[in-house]
């Protein structure tokens, strides 16, 4: 089955995709189950990790650097992550800007806003 590429479209459909596969999870970020999208792992410590985003989603434009942090560190269920892994999961995101230009679009973007807002408390 071919899933929509952007977000919007597969969110559109992933209450139906979930119908169709109701025993699997899915991508935090759009919805549509692993069935249909593979996820893209993140280590939030060494030789430990998970994928609550699809690769899709994790390229995807749209989502921001610090969104991605927020994917792969929020708390559920099955995880709680110290400062230590949010931290590592961070690290990971800033090596794989090393290696992808869309990451290293999306971390520049990140350190422009974090600089701005530093600027803006100084300045006021």
């Known amino acids: 089955m071919k899933v929509g590429k952007t977000i ?4 559109k459909y992933a209450g139906m995709l979930r119908r169709l596969a109701p025993n699997f999870s899915y991508c935090s970020c759009c919805g549509t189950p692993w069935r249909f999208v ?4 993140m280590d939030y410590e060494k030789g430990r990790g ?4 699809c690769e899709w989603c994790f390229y995807d ?10 994917y792969h560190s929020r708390d559920d269920d099955q995880h709680k992550f110290t400062e ?4 590592y999961v961070t690290n990971s995101l800033i090596k794989e800007s090393e290696e992808n230009d869309i990451i290293k679009v ?14 803006d408390k100084i300045v006021k």
């Open 50 to 53: 998970f994928f609550p985003l």
């Open 38 to 41: 593979d996820g893209k792992s």
């Open 8 to 11: 919007t479209a597969r969110r």
């Open 106 to 119: 999306k971390y520049v973007e990140y350190l422009n806003i974090r600089r701005e807002k530093q600027i």
């Open 84 to 87: 230590e892994q949010i931290e």
């Open 61 to 70: 434009p749209s989502v921001s650097f610090e969104d991605l942090v927020i």
